[in-house]
C-alpha cells in the first residue's frame, strides 16, 4: 500500500492509461481513497462510516452541463424556480459536492484558508519568508550601491560602463529572485493542494503531514513547473523572432511591424497554453500522474470550458494583485521615510536608496501580501480541476462517499456509485 495520497480518475476512458499497475489503478492505497491511509482518514483518526472502493469502471452517469457554474436540472415535477432548481448538495467540507459556480470556488478557497488558518498560513507564511530573505540578500548585495541606476535616471547620456553595471546588477538580482520564486511557488503549490484536498472532505491537515504527503512529489512538480513555464515563454519568444530577424538584416520597419504582430499572436497562443495546461499541479499532485501524464490529463479537463478557466483565473489573479497590493502598499510607503529617503522621491519615481533599512520594511509588506495570497490562489486551482473532474467524471460521488455522507456508504455486493 501507498503511503501518498491521490485520486486516480474514476471512470476515465480506456483511452487514458491508469499510472499505477495491478489491482489499483492508482497505485494509491487499497481503496483509492483521497487521504494518507487506506481508509481515508488522517493519521490518528477513525472513519465514521465504512467505506468501499472508488468506481473504477469506464461508465459514468451523463456529464454535468458545462457554462459558467450551470446547475443540473432539476427531477420532473420538483416544485422550485424553474429549471434552476436542484436538491441541496451534501457540503462536508468547504465546498458542496456539486458543479461549483465562480463565487463559490473563489469562498472555497478563502474558507479553506480560514477554517485552517494553521496549517495554510503556516505554509504560506514560511514559503514567503524563505523568498523574501532571498531576494532581499540579492537586492543588498547588488542593487543597495545604485550608482548605475542613478547614473540612467540622471544623465542623459550615460557611459558604457554605467550601463554594464546598471544591468548585470539588475540582471543578478532578477535571476536569484525568480529562482527563489520557482522554488517557493513550487512548495507552496504542493503543500496547500494537499490541505485543500483535505479540505474538501471536511478534515483537519497538519503541515506535517502535508510536507509529508506531497514530499514525493515536489521533483516532479518542480519539472513540471520549469516545463510549462519554459513552453509559455518559448511560444511568446518565438512570436517575436521573424520580426526581430527581419529587422537585424536591414529592415527596421517591417521588423517592427512584424514582431508586433507576431508577438500578439505568441501572446495569445501562450495564453492558451497556460490555461490548457493550468490543471498539471493538482492532476499530478492528487492523481500521482507522471509530468507528461499530467499534461495529457489537464488539456482533457480543460478541453470545452477554455474560456470559463480562463476567466476564473484571470479573475483570481486580479484578486490577488488587487488584495497583495493594498497589504504592501503601507510598507511601500513606510519604508522611504524610515531609511530617511522621503515620500516626495518615491511619488517622483526615482530611485530609492536602498539601505538594509528599507529593504527589510519592503520584504515585510511582500512577507504579508504573499502569505494571505499564495493559499487562495493555489486553493482556486485545486478547486477548478476537483469541479471539472465533478462536471466530467462524478467525482462528488466519489468524495461523499469517501467523506462518509449519509447515503452514499458502501453496499456489499451492489454496484459502485455511478453505475
Known amino acids: 500500500m501507498s503511503d501518498s495520497p491521490g485520486w486516480v480518475p474514476p471512470g476515465s476512458s480506456p483511452s487514458d492509461p491508469h499510472p499505477g499497475a495491478g489491482g489499483n489503478a492508482s497505485g494509491g492505497g487499497p481503496t483509492g481513497r483521497p487521504g494518507g491511509s487506506g481508509d481515508g482518514a488522517p493519521a490518528g483518526e477513525t472513519p465514521s462510516a465504512p467505506q468501499q472502493p472508488p468506481n473504477w469502471s469506464a461508465q459514468q452517469p451523463p456529464a454535468a452541463p458545462q457554462g459558467w457554474g450551470t446547475p443540473p436540472p432539476p427531477p420532473p415535477g420538483q416544485p422550485g424556480w424553474g429549471h434552476w432548481n436542484q436538491p441541496p448538495a451534501a457540503k462536508p467540507g468547504v465546498i458542496p459536492l456539486r458543479p461549483l459556480g465562480i463565487g463559490e470556488i473563489l469562498d472555497g478557497a478563502v474558507t479553506t484558508a480560514r477554517t485552517h488558518w494553521r496549517t495554510a498560513l503556516g505554509i504560506s507564511l514560511a514559503v514567503a519568508v524563505m523568498i523574501q530573505i532571498v531576494s532581499t540578500i540579492a537586492t543588498g548585495v547588488w542593487l543597495r550601491d545604485n550608482s548605475g541606476l542613478?547614473?540612467?535616471?540622471?544623465?542623459?547620456?550615460?557611459?558604457?560602463?554605467?550601463?554594464?553595471?546598471?544591468?548585470?546588477?539588475?540582471?543578478?538580482?532578477?535571476?536569484?529572485?525568480?529562482?527563489?520564486?520557482?522554488?517557493?511557488?513550487?512548495?507552496?503549490?504542493?503543500?496547500?493542494?494537499?490541505?485543500?484536498?483535505?479540505?474538501?472532505?471536511?478534515?483537519?491537515?497538519?503541515?506535517?503531514?502535508?510536507?509529508?504527503?506531497?514530499?514525493?512529489?515536489?521533483?516532479?512538480?518542480?519539472?513540471?513547473?520549469?516545463?510549462?513555464?519554459?513552453?509559455?515563454?518559448?511560444?511568446?519568444?518565438?512570436?517575436?523572432?521573424?520580426?526581430?530577424?527581419?529587422?537585424?538584416?536591414?529592415?527596421?520597419?517591417?521588423?517592427?511591424?512584424?514582431?508586433?504582430?507576431?508577438?500578439?499572436?505568441?501572446?495569445?497562443?501562450?495564453?492558451?497554453?497556460?490555461?490548457?495546461?493550468?490543471?498539471?499541479?493538482?492532476?499530478?499532485?492528487?492523481?500521482?500522474?507522471?509530468?507528461?501524464?499530467?499534461?495529457?490529463?489537464?488539456?482533457?479537463?480543460?478541453?470545452?470550458?477554455?474560456?470559463?478557466?480562463?476567466?476564473?483565473?484571470?479573475?483570481?489573479?486580479?484578486?490577488?494583485?488587487?488584495?497583495?497590493?493594498?497589504?504592501?502598499?503601507?510598507?511601500?510607503?513606510?519604508?522611504?521615510?524610515?531609511?530617511?529617503?522621503?515620500?516626495?522621491?518615491?511619488?517622483?519615481?526615482?530611485?530609492?536608496?536602498?539601505?538594509?533599512?528599507?529593504?527589510?520594511?519592503?520584504?515585510?509588506?511582500?512577507?504579508?501580501?504573499?502569505?494571505?495570497?499564495?493559499?487562495?490562489?493555489?486553493?482556486?486551482?485545486?478547486?477548478?480541476?476537483?469541479?471539472?473532474?465533478?462536471?466530467r467524471e462524478a467525482l462528488d460521488l466519489e468524495l461523499a462517499r469517501a467523506a462518509g455522507v449519509p447515503g452514499h456508504e458502501p453496499h456489499p455486493g451492489g454496484p459502485a456509485p455511478g453505475n
Open 150 to 391: 542613478r547614473a540612467l535616471e540622471t544623465e542623459t547620456d550615460p557611459t558604457g560602463e554605467e550601463v554594464r553595471e546598471a544591468l548585470s546588477g539588475t540582471m543578478s538580482t532578477l535571476g536569484v529572485e525568480m529562482l527563489a520564486a520557482l522554488v517557493g511557488t513550487v512548495l507552496a503549490t504542493a503543500m496547500l493542494t494537499m490541505v485543500v484536498s483535505r479540505a474538501v472532505l471536511g478534515r483537519p491537515v497538519t503541515t506535517g503531514e502535508a510536507w509529508r504527503d506531497s514530499r514525493p512529489r515536489l521533483l516532479r512538480l518542480l519539472g513540471l513547473t520549469l516545463l510549462v513555464t519554459g513552453i509559455v515563454v518559448g511560444v511568446v519568444l518565438l512570436g517575436f523572432l521573424p520580426g526581430f530577424l527581419l529587422g537585424v538584416a536591414g529592415s527596421v520597419e517591417g521588423g517592427v511591424l512584424l514582431g508586433f504582430l507576431g508577438g500578439l499572436a505568441g501572446l495569445a497562443a501562450a495564453a492558451w497554453l497556460w490555461v490548457r495546461y493550468s490543471l498539471a499541479a493538482p492532476a499530478l499532485m492528487l492523481e500521482r500522474q507522471g509530468v507528461t501524464d499530467a499534461l495529457r490529463r489537464s488539456a482533457k479537463l480543460v478541453r470545452g470550458s477554455w474560456w470559463r478557466i480562463f476567466g476564473i483565473q484571470v479573475l483570481t489573479a486580479l484578486l490577488v494583485f488587487l488584495v497583495g497590493m493594498i497589504i504592501q502598499l503601507p510598507a511601500t510607503l513606510l519604508a522611504p521615510v524610515v531609511s530617511g529617503d522621503g515620500v516626495e522621491r518615491f511619488l517622483s519615481g526615482g530611485v530609492a536608496d536602498m539601505s538594509w533599512t528599507y529593504l527589510v520594511i519592503v520584504g515585510i509588506g511582500a512577507v504579508l501580501a504573499s502569505t494571505v495570497t499564495l493559499p487562495i490562489t493555489a486553493g482556486v486551482t485545486a478547486l477548478l480541476y476537483m469541479d471539472q473532474r465533478i462536471r
